[in-house]
């Protein structure tokens, strides 16, 4: 057994338990965190294809932005995971049913020489100067670049979604209209009012002699 046939077995058996512990542990954070674990050996596994860009995007996307924030999220809202849980039995079988046919697709893509499947070709060795990275955006921003800038799109709207459903008026709010703010003239924001010099007041000898007494 090669040596990087032992490691992508060992990335595969901790991908799978992990992913499974994912949708298995009843704490939401252990969760959350058994997902990173299983980003990072996805991320094992694309590095052994020779897509270190996917597998360094998949670490710092994934795993440095969105499920930190997941793992924020959880932890900071007040969440009754136990209801939830409710209706877990009642969907139970459409789950069943769906596990089964990855099952059965998997079985086929790996075991498709047992059925009597043509092997895919391997692919042809590329060159010392070959980059993973220019190739992607070359084929990124030419052959794709229509449906590249409609994901953009869908993500602006998500965005301002997110925005527009978190932003609630409440009275106790205070704002300023801009266009209000931008016609004051410089001079009506400062004024300068001269006032007279107050005099000192002596305080009376009785006063003074009960502020002697307190000290």
């Known amino acids: 057994m090669a040596f990087t046939t032992f490691i992508f077995y ?4 901790v991908l799978v ?24 050996n996805a991320g094992g596994i694309w590095l ?6 996917l ?3 998949l670490v710092m996307v994934y795993v440095g932005a969105v499920m930190v924030l997941f793992l924020f999220v959880v ?5 009754d995971f136990a209801r939830l849980r409710e209706g877990f039995w009642k969907y139970l079988p459409v789950g069943a049913f769906v596990g089964l046919l990855l099952a059965v ?10 059925f009597g499947l043509a092997a895919m070709p391997a692919p042809a060795p590329t ?31 998500a ?38 010099a107050e005099k000192e007041v002596e305080p009376e000898p009785e006063a003074a002699a009960d502020d002697a007494a307190k000290a």
């Open 10 to 13: 060992v990335l595969a058996v």
């Open 17 to 40: 338990f992990s992913a499974l512990r994912v949708v298995t542990a009843r704490n939401p954070v252990h969760a959350v965190l058994f997902l990173v674990l299983a980003f990072f």
């Open 48 to 53: 052994l294809l020779s897509a270190e860009f």
């Open 55 to 57: 597998a360094v995007t």
């Open 75 to 79: 932890m900071m809202l007040d969440i």
């Open 105 to 114: 697709e998997m079985g086929l893509v790996l075991g498709g020489k047992y």
């Open 127 to 157: 060159a010392a100067d070959f980059s993973n990275t220019r190739e992607i955006g070359r084929v990124l921003y030419t052959e794709y670049a229509w449906p590249f800038e409609l994901a953009s799109l869908v993500l602006l709207v």
């Open 159 to 196: 965005m301002i979604a997110a925005v527009s459903l978190t932003l609630r008026k409440r009275r106790t709010d205070k704002w300023v209209r801009p266009e209000t703010q931008v016609a004051v003239r410089h001079e009506a924001r400062i004024e300068l009012v001269k006032m007279a």
